[in-house]
């Protein structure tokens, strides 16, 4: 360990070796990875028509609700070049290109690029989707950019990272497991893979929040403190659609994945929670003042969040998207 007044250039460096040894536990190799293609018909196949039929029939019964979410998320993860863009501009971290660090954001990108893909080619494929409208809220999406509020600061990105991951692990998954009730074994398959890449990122960067806790624990607490006040935003809070004002777009689908139970206030609640045991919050030493309010705030905040997220209601406002016909 090094000393607790290191600064974070310090800490992201003495990290270095720990970063390589998550890479290769929590990343896959191009080898050991699926590919869209294994997972989607083959049109070089004779029976590709037929295939492509039993997937529209399939997709058929796939509620509004389910496809809109769908949509927006895979608009989300098409929206990939903001976020790798967004991980390289994280201060005090070595940026040379040998550096385990600036692997692993080539790493991840490389296997986050295969969600979008998938997803998009899928959508595609059912012809249940104004495909022009989808890549316009794409185009806008990336131009538009987010603001995730983390300063640059590697402790907040990494706390944001920790908190993101594991709600698209979770989302996905609900996902899946809907597509499955409604009868599109396929689509259930689809997100089940994607969930699971999103999983093995969850724990990558729980482990480096955990890790800087150990070198910093008090700038590491008052980060996640810092992070907790502000909220967690979606990447995608600016989308939008074609000829839609800015934020509406985004609040009719964040009310359709409340509807449907893919991610909630309560989810949100329930992640944080799950931070806090994993980052083991109440056993950390090191703290100043400051640094044990930070600890107070956030221990206590998932039970204040439960109890509005308890009060609230699922939203009900039906809303036509321009994405699906
Ligand atoms: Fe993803
Ligand atoms: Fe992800």
Known sequence: MITAIASRVEVMKWMEDFVQEKMTEFLKSVEDSWQPADLLPDARMENFFEEIKNLQERARDLSYDLLAVLVGDTITEEALPTYESWLMSIKDVPSNEDSPWMKWNRAWTAEENRHGDLLNKYLYLTGRIN???????????????????????????????????????????????????????????????????????????????????????????LAFEDMMRKKIVMPAHYMRELGVDMGKTFGHFTDAAQRINVYTALDYTDILKDLVKEWKLETVTGLNDAGERARDYVIALPDRLRRVAERMRSPQLEYKFRWID
């Open 131 to 221: 495909m022009r409208e989808m890549e316009a809220s794409t185009q806008y999406l990336i131009a538009d950019g987010f603001d995730l509020q983390t300063d640059n600061d590697p402790y907040r990105a990494f706390v944001y990272t920790s908190f993101q991951e594991t709600a698209t692990n979770l989302s996905h998954r609900r996902v899946a497991q809907i597509a499955k009730k409604q009868g599109d074994g396929m689509l259930a398959k689809l997100c089940g893979y994607v969930a699971s890449d999103e999983a093995r990122h969850a724990k990558a960067y729980k482990a480096f929040v955990g890790k800087i806790f150990e070198a910093d624990p008090n700038e590491m607490m």
